[in-house]
């Protein structure tokens, strides 16, 4: 944690209220996100409890397994979460657009947002994407056809949610403490009631109060995936005794209602807050590499695509940590250029600059390196009171020209000096516009949006023996479907 | 979507059942089974679909040997028969009932279900066991929980009234301290060194399970019928814990089972004998005619 | 009597446990925790006597499920763990005898059991005949800060070819070959306990504690079933810190030198508040990380926030804050209300400017 | 018997690794190099053998300083060979190695492919399609992430990878724990998953020639717990001797203390602080500089020479830390650098900044062994540990509640411990500030 983050925390302690720590929204919000709440029995792997789901706050659907031990019922209730949600993503893929490029393509113009409280949430979405995509609907343990197909989803979206700036499956309380800093840890953080009461605390109460309040279970019952001790033996344990002995769901639910109902509200209410906060400029950026990355899943599942392995192959995960690596540093790039507040934790760290630019040498030129013919290489100087930590040769970017590379030739006490090195058009001197001007204020940081170029890695079965070799490629088995789930 | 009819548990229908009963009945005749075994085998064919009239006269006819018994003072057999009332009872009830009920309970007393397992199962065995045995083979609906105290109430029974029952379910004994051995059940009728529970024994016994159970599913088949799913699953669960008795998560086969089992038995064997011999002569000469069936203990012996 | 008593008041001092002890090492800077633990003092009660209830529980599902897994592992003479046994390490087959040590002939006590552990364990380390091969609930004996306490464990011992393994069987399940690393960690330095105190019996009855292994057999569930797997776990790390944390026990003796003859926190002599002012004249070192895993840990949170703590905002905001102490220094040093002594002047000057920047991006 | 020499046991352990390389009975060998073992030496050996024999050969290292430092000794020592310096576009090579006629320079393969060795960067070689080669040497393989070694594995049939395994693990700027456990996982060092997938020869060179006999005791105990070494010279044969005499103040009692013993700690008063410390950043700065002024004279097996700026380095754990030191005033030509980048590099006096200093709590970060491992092993005559006094106590309040994943091989050794041998040590050499 930043010094930054670390004092608007102190802020927000003193103050009694969480403190911006963005001044816009950096997640896509959905015009109609499904909110997600699982709850799972206690002491299981991913034994579904129960979970209230919708994209109506105020109709939110609640679905219960009234005894978690049975796998039937398990079943059922996945084949009813598919009900629920296979119509609302199906929903996205019928609006395409096209899309201009060497060769044009298609995508849908929306995509499926789910939401869920914590990042328990999406670690126990993943759980319920591995124990059901691998079902099958016939066989001698035969599920309901949807439920395979729930569980792709499930996973694709777990998958997403590994992505930096991704907003396809987002648990809440990350959303919050990437705009809002409370006045507790980090680790209390992941409390979304206690999140939600230092943001905004009742009228009159300081958050500290407010965020003791929600720590009670029965005002807030935890968000999940795990209930609360108290609540499974003073309650739980009741309510499926009796559905055992009288076949009525009624107490269950009755009982899982009052745990889910908090929560539901909770959410609703942070997408409101989150909601109230401008969108930042690349969010729709980001947002359409999801929409992407859906048409695709989509086309994939379309062609009958079997289910995923359980885990990458060596290819596979190298190229995915690739990816994972690209988009951490682009988002964390963009999220910096769109949002002055993002900014300041690098200008703290002495990796991004503002200033005044205070000379502009044009029509420099000079032979770049590797080359054997000079090249407009033009100087920009700019007057700084930060307290700049970089060094010549680091490569730089602005929020200028998110494209243009520039590096650092040189600092003189409150003056850096910055060499451009493209984006000024194919003639002998800059184009117009492509440079600053003196007069403007700028900010320079060492953080690079777009994605760097990589090389080619071997096709799966061409994996080298220093990797173990070609792994056999993974193709669902009948033990697979058949897997127990006791 | 009528969600509740996509459920996948095993079919528990009439064939499965009739099938169960039948071997069950043949096992008892090989095994020579007592007076009263046949007896209650009768009852234990019953099913909720034979007439009411027949059940009606079956009613009667147990209400007049319960007072029977009673005046006899024969308190076990008046416990033993009230149990079967009331299931004849039920069995009058649901056949009225036009929705038949599922597996009915059979009608053998908890006691005898338990000796009727450990019976085809031949060494100590802890109740979870015993309650798989009574499902799988005898369509028994004993639970854990009814096991808890028989033990307790047998050697009650044997101090009160030694050897007045043809069997009794007794304790398997420690081979080092001749303490019972927790939660085991075995039949006194057994030879001494059977309820001798060596270091090696809890294994050897495990093999010579699965063997007993493999046979008893290779008879039925031999018959022509089959065993149950229950009785595969129990098989092929013990299986996959011996080397070389099933190839991955495949079911089980009653013949493979029995070589590999009894290929390690051969390993064990010899030593765990030789303990088990050893220490029942020790008991044949350190214990009384109680300890020697339910153990000698630091304390009292717990119970099972 | 001796000091540790007095403190604890006329109430038996808690039982250890693996758990309790392998906590020792979740946070050995606080001397409140330190000194509660080597009394034995009631944390859950005393917590609630103060008025600030530990929120910890377990729920009824979960340790239903911990004891049928436990059982199905051991069911049957223990088929699968032999069964696994056989598969990770090689266990021959002729291996499979088993000694059930939860009581001896029916007596369950810890001395009678502990006494029985050690001659079997030892006629297994000389490889007599009838030596076996697993020793379940085996009852160990280990010093903590001067006293003996008996481990009633929840493992089995298991010899290979004279190396002596602990076999710590878990409910929480392996998915694909990973588990809940927090859970794997938690369940690493319990048997690190176990290993340590298998190492000492050893060692006290002249044989060569490396003959038990650092390799902790670990069972859990297999995916989504109730299939047992089985999974070796180097516990050598969590052994060191073990190592280390019982060592610096003895420094409960400077913390007790600091105290008034009569000081003690019992609760049935004194009001809560007088427990409460004697609990909090011993230093803490609260850290959110406390909350799950400490029962005093809502009162020491209560007495940070009355102090205005920068620890509430969590280890790494302390450390980022230049190690300030309070929440009101680092505001005031900010907005330039409170003049930093010499040794803050860095910090200050980092919080003016962060202040700045922070004002300017706001408003 | 006779103890083997440092020279003698060096050379068994070179000829035992080229055997099992050219051999043929292994697709790869595992080389562990300690710091200053050697290891370019070996690989110069390795491939004058191969070329000798009339084979071609690649050589893989991981960053272009190290690729330009190997070409050049390359070149140097076998001045007949051809070598290929392929690099990327843009980058100009520098004089030390365009100057051996030996060596052709070019960001094409086809120029240098003709070469019998041709060395670039893994970078670089991931472009490189179409062609193979049957041996290759990867240097600096415990600094490689296994995704790069993915990338241009299909290059070569053989290969030797050299390495050092006390340094720090290859780093991502990802936290994800997706692949943990799994013998590919991506996020490993290209060594430790060769290793995993395939049953290779690991050796190990046993002898340091670059640590003196005041420092490789206790860096092989601390570091290496299970792969020791010892130094390639005696006490007597390396000497830091201060030209002028100094003040009793403390600057100058470390110095002393340093080139006295070959370790100093330069020991601040306890104190909680930012990273960029001043007073810390001060000494360090400070002390190079009094350093260069008392005209420091290193003695050593190769004779005698002045300690230049270019043979002192001060090293710290954070890029902000370096930035401030540089900031502080130092003598031209002194490096400041992160441990990360001075891995593999060389000097006569090195001064740390310690990464525990002045902090109240510990993350993994901080107590990663391989970076105290980096800072206190790139000196051949002293090394100089600059810190807040208090480290021993938040050892000892450090919690140990790290996660565990399964079949993850255990790391060592055990940053805690490491730094706990090291600051034992080091509090036989305190002066205190």
Known sequence: MSIMSSYARALAAQEGRAQPVATVRHVHLSAAPMVFIPLRLAGEAAAPLAAMVGTDPENPRLLVVPQPRNR???????????????????????????????????????????????????????????????????????????????????????????????????????????????GQSPMEDANLATQLAWISPPDGQSGAKAALAAEDPLISPPAGPDTHPDFDGQVLEHAIRAYETSGSEAQVREALRSQLTPTWSLMWHAVRLLRGLPEAATVDVRWVRDREQFTRETARLAEGGSPRGRVDSAVRAAIRLADLESVVQTYEAQRAFDDPLVMIEHRVAGKAFTGEVVGVDAARRIVPAGKTRPAPRPLVTIRTSDPVRLSPGRKLFSSRNRKQRTEVVGIDGDLVVLQINDQMGRGASPAPGSLPEVGDVVCYAELDPGGGQRPRLPAGEDTPWTHGGPPTPYTPTDEDAEEAWS | MPISKLGTSPPTDERTRALSIASCHRYWKTAGASGIDRLLLGLLIRSPTVELDALERRIAELRAQVRAAKAAADHATVRLLRAELRKTERAWDDALDPEPEPAQAPSLSVREQVHQALTLLGVPTAGKMIVAVNEAFFAGRVTAGQLTSLRRDEEKSFRTSPYARPYYLCAALTSELLSPARGLLAVSTWPAQIRIIGPLSPRTDFLTSAIRIAEHIARLIHAGEDASLAAYRLLTGMAQNIPGAVDGFDRAEPAQVIAAAGAELTIHRESDMHERGQAAKRAEKQLDQVTRLFGAGLKTARTA | MNRLDTLRGPVAPLDHNARTIAALAVNPGCDRRALLDAAGVDKQKTAAYVGHPAPFGQSPFAI?????????????????????????????????????????????????????????????????????????????????????????????????????????????????????????????????????????????????????????????????????????????????????????????????????????????????????????????????????????????????????????LGRTARDALGGLESIPAVLGLADESRPPSPEQLEIAEQLRYVRRLYTEAIA | MIAETPAQAAAAATEAILADFTGGAHRGVIVDSPPGAGKTTLVVTAATTLADSGERLMIVAQTNEQVDDLADKLASKAPALTIGRLHSDGFSVPARVTRHPGVTASNKIEHVEACTVVIATADKWAYVTGRTWTWAIVDEAYQMRSDKLLAIAALFDRALFVGDPGQLDPFSVVDTERWAGLAWDPMQSAVAVIARLNNLPVHRLPVSWRLPASAAPLVSEAFYPFASFRSGTAAADRELRLTTAGFPVPWDRTLNEAAASGWALHELPSRHTIRTDAEAVQACAGLATRLLQRGAVAHDENGSHDVSPDRIAIGCAHNDQVAAIRAAGIPAGVTVDTANRLQGREYDVTIVLHPLSGRRDATAFHLESGRLCVLTSRHRHACIVVARAGIAELLDNHPSTGRVQLNVPVKFPDGWEANHAVLAHLSRHRIEA
Request: aromatic share 8%; hydrophobic share 45%.
């Open chain 3, 64 to 312: 239903t499920r911990a004891a049928s897994f436990d059982a199905l592992v051991k069911a049957n003479g223990c088929a699968h763990l032999l069964r696994l046994l056989r598969e990770t390490l090689g266990l021959s087959i002729s291996e499979a005898a088993y000694a059930d040590i939860s009581d001896v002939g029916g007596n369950d006590s810890h001395q009678m059991r502990h006494t029985r552990t050690r001659a079997l364990l030892k006629r297994a380390a000389a490889g007599g005949d009838g030596s076996c091969t697993l020793f379940d609930h085996p009852l160990l004996k280990l010093t903590v800060a001067g006293h003996e306490v008996y481990l009633e464990p929840s493992i089995i011992a298991f010899q290979i070819e004279g190396r002596f393994h602990v076999v710590e069987i878990k409910s929480f399940a392996v998915v694909d070959d990973q588990a809940d690393a927090g859970q794997v960690a938690a369940a690493a330095r319990q048997s690190a306990v176990y290993v340590h105190a298998l190492r000492e019996l050893f060692a006290a009855e002249g044989l060569d504690p490396e003959r038990v292994s650092h390799d902790v057999v670990l069972v859990c569930p297999k995916d989504f079933a109730n299939h047992p797997t089985a999974t070796l776990l180097d516990v050598r790390q969590q052994l060191a810190a073990l190592r280390r944390q019982l060592s610096r026990l003895t420094r409960i003796d400077r913390i007790l030198e600091e105290l008034p003859a009569d000081f003690t926190f019992d609760l049935e002599t004194q009001s809560p508040d007088e427990v409460g002012k004697a609990v909090g004249s011993v230093g803490a070192r609260f850290a959110p990380e406390c909350l799950s895993s400490c029962e005093m840990a809502l009162f020491c949170r209560a007495e940070a926030r009355g102090d205005g703590s920068t620890d509430l």
């Open chain 1, 72 to 182: 039937d019922l398990r079943f059922a209730f996945m084949a009813e979460l598919a009900d629920v949600m296979l119509p609302y993503i199906e929903g996205f893929a019928e609006v395409v657009e096209t899309v201009e490029a060497k060769t044009p393509y298609e995508r849908y113009a929306d995509a499926p947002q789910i939401l869920v409280p914590s990042r328990g949430g999406v670690a126990f979405t993943k759980l319920l994407g591995r124990s059901t995509r691998f079902r099958r609907a016939d066989g001698p343990y035969p599920v309901h056809p949807t439920v395979p197909v729930l569980g792709q989803w499930l996973t694709f979206f777990a998958d997403r949610a590994e992505y930096a700036g991704s907003s396809a499956l987002v648990a809440m309380t990350d959303a919050l403490a990437l705009h809002f800093a409370t």
